[in-house]
């Protein structure tokens, strides 16, 4: 029968390495916008528009603000948003695996104590 503590050190290696891989991704250098990017078809001089008006929705004081963005800018405004989002999830993944590895931690400490 394997040794519990064994077991429990191969689980912290492997999320160690997720761990490491996430803060390799968190650290890279990267533009980003913490906002959401929104796609709306406003009526203009009472008539629907054919193509989509884009704005930056960004929560302010508690309340939404949006800002428009030039069809220029669009392709920039997007990326940053998306690495933005990115940067967002994979620090919740970090999180997660930070908690998940204090437990083992304790486990580890219970397996190995008298």
């Known amino acids: 029968m394997p040794d519990?503590?064994?077991q429990l050190r191969a689980?912290?290696?492997?999320?160690?390495?997720?761990r490491r891989s996430?803060?390799?991704?968190?650290?890279?250098?990267?533009?980003?916008l913490a906002a959401t990017l929104v796609e709306r078809f406003l009526k203009a001089?009472?008539?629907a528009r054919?193509?989509?008006?884009?704005?930056?929705?960004r929560s302010q004081q508690g309340t939404s603000k949006l800002s428009y963005?030039?069809?220029?800018?669009?392709?920039?405004?997007?990326?940053?948003?998306?690495?933005?989002r990115t940067f967002q999830q994979n620090l919740k993944r970090w999180r997660q695996l930070t908690v998940s590895l204090e437990s083992l931690w304790?486990?580890?400490?219970?397996?190995?104590?008298?």
Do not use: F, H, N, W
């Open 4 to 6: 519990p503590g064994q």
């Open 11 to 18: 689980r912290i290696s492997a999320l160690q390495a997720q």
């Open 22 to 32: 996430l803060e390799s991704k968190l650290l890279q250098p990267q533009s980003m």
């Open 45 to 47: 001089d009472g008539v």
């Open 50 to 57: 054919t193509s989509a008006a884009y704005y930056l929705s």
């Open 69 to 84: 963005v030039k069809k220029e800018d669009l392709p920039r405004v997007r990326q940053q948003c998306a690495a933005y």
């Open 106 to 114: 304790k486990q580890l400490q219970q397996a190995q104590s008298p």
